[in-house]
């Protein structure tokens, strides 16, 4: 309750607030050191790639650091230690800002864009949540089994032509159909499609456009950002129009085809305490949350995993002999089945460890506080945590930390780290509540490929990262040949 108050109080104070506000010893953190008179910390950066760009300056920097463009300066932390205290739920709760607060005209006091103190915050989770327990993702099961199918069958396809597969694509098209079956009962049919389904553009357009409207000048920003304005209205109005269709035909069933699902959930059930349902357009909102933050970040994370394995034959190798023997000569597993790969659960963590998709989380302070115990701030002031750092900080990961080594996740080497380091999900209250679904879902497809296939890449591509809000490798291709795994049936006549 005190945490909510709290963070009425900082939500309600209108629009962006600067650190130079809110941080009485701003002096103390340092900041880059070209700062240009007007315009602030712009000399090396670029609007693709805010994240890239941070992550170079805390490097030089260190754990906690500001850039300011323009008059909007901001404090990001990195440092295992002070990012520590700020996942502390008795001193700090989410802040609703930059890119997410950028997202509320289209998601507003959706899951994900709510602010802590909105009644629909709660109402929603509580009513949503079991929708996420293990008797529902084992209903989700044979769903993801089929998107995958159809996964397989495209790129038995291209690798019978001998072509390359495109692995962010096929993983959005993938990721997308899943979220959409699974939750809503929808078929986008992105896989008889040669171009993304036009949801995919217009999300992408959205996402984009919330990223880049931070890099803007405060006055003349909407006057220089008008065509891309007008973009993102049309691009949100296509996304409010298929999520209405989406939910109409569900409404015009005749209840015959009550699934249990997400929408279900959203049409039907009332709080178990307060008999309180979702108004419509608050479900409109949670589809749209759902549909895009249920797929962007999950092909991204599927995304690095498969560029990893095809780069580090030795734990491909590794993780297809546990594919083996925990599959057996099963071609598709059952649910239990994708728990236990432990191994490659653990290339899926180091994946997200290097690369996590949702790359950073803000954090504000409940009341007045010192963090790291010299640097005092306001209730209501704020810091984001770049989580991409966060997981390289050699304090907490050793001198190595940029190296790609799956055995950090051996239980023993993580029960010798400190809390608090690894944040692919977020954190406390508001952290991801579709974690063990995209978990689920990541390691059961990677397990299906791998079993499948043999990976290998264009030597000479280099990985780059498209920034959207969400991490993508760019232009990743792979090449697959058909394996025989190990113990199946079909390997003993050969
Ligand atoms: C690898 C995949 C995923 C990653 C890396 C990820 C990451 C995150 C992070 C970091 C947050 C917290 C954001 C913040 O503090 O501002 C979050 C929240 C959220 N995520 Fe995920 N997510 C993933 C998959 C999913 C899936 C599959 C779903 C839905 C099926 C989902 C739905 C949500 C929702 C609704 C929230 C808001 C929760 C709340 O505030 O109550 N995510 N996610």
Request: charged residues 25%.
């Amino acid at each position: 309750m005190a945490q909510a108050q709290a963070s009425e109080r900082g939500a309600r104070r209108k629009g962006f607030r600067s650190a130079r506000l809110d941080w009485p010893e701003l002096h103390r953190i340092p900041h880059p050191p070209r700062r240009v008179p007007l315009l602030g910390d712009v000399i090396g950066s670029s609007v693709q790639s805010p994240v890239q760009d941070s992550m170079r300056i805390g490097r030089e920097l260190g754990p906690i650091f500001r850039r300011k463009a323009f008059n909007r300066e901001i404090v990001f932390v990195w440092g295992a230690d002070l990012a520590a205290e700020l996942a502390d739920e008795s001193r700090f709760a989410k802040h609703v800002g930059l890119g997410v607060a950028n997202l509320r005209p289209l998601a507003g006091d959706g899951l994900f864009t709510a602010y802590n103190h909105e009644p629909n915050w709660q109402l929603a989770h509580d009513i949503l949540a079991p929708g996420f327990s293990r008797a529902a993702m084992e209903g989700y099961h044979p769903l993801m089994l089929d998107v995958a199918r159809q996964l397989t069958a495209h790129w038995d396809e291209r690798s019978g032509a001998g072509d390359a597969v495109d692995v962010p694509g096929d993983m959005t098209k993938l990721t997308l159909e899943t979220i959409a079956r699974t939750g809503f009962g929808h078929d986008f049919g992105s896989f008889e499609r040669s171009r993304p389904h036009p949801f995919v553009d217009a999300m992408v357009g959205a996402l984009s456009y919330a990223q880049r409207r931070n890099a803007a000048p405060p006055l003349v920003g909407p006057l220089l950002q008008r065509g891309a304005a007008k973009r993102n209205v049309a691009d949100r109005e296509y996304l409010n129009s298929t999520v209405d269709q989406v939910v109409e035909a569900r409404r015009g069933s005749d209840g015959s085809g009550a699934r249990g699902d997400l929408l279900d959930r959203m049409l039907e059930t009332a709080h178990p305490e307060t008999g309180e349902r979702l108004s419509p357009d608050n479900i409109r909102r949670q589809v749209i949350t759902f549909l895009v933050a249920g797929h962007e970040t999950t092909s991204g994370a599927l995304s690095f995993a498969l560029h990893y394995l095809s780069r580090n034959p030795d734990v491909l190798a590794r993780a297809q002999a546990e594919v083996d023997e925990v599959w057996g000569g099963s071609e598709e597993p059952a649910y239990e089945q994708v728990a236990r790969l432990r191994y490659l659960r653990r290339v899926l963590d180091e994946s997200l460890r290097l690369w996590p998709t949702a790359p950073a989380f803000s954090r504000e302070a409940l009341q007045d506080t010192t963090l790291g115990g010299v640097h005092p701030l306001r209730q209501g002031a704020w810091a984001l945590v770049l989580i991409m750092l966060l997981h390289r900080d050699p304090a907490a990961w050793g001198e190595h930390a940029e190296v790609f080594d799956p055995d950090r996740f051996e239980p023993k080497a993580v029960r010798a780290r400190p809390a608090h380091v690894f944040k692919p999900f977020g954190t406390g209250a508001r952290a991801c509540i579709g974690r063990q679904f995209a978990l689920h879902e990541a390691t059961l497809v990677l397990g299906l490929l791998i079993r499948r296939y043999d990976f290998t890449s264009d030597p000479d591509y280099r990985l780059r990262v498209d920034e959207r809000l969400t991490l993508m490798p760019r232009a990743l291709r792979l090449h697959l040949t058909r394996r025989t795994p190990a113990q199946a049936p079909a390997a003993a006549p050969a």
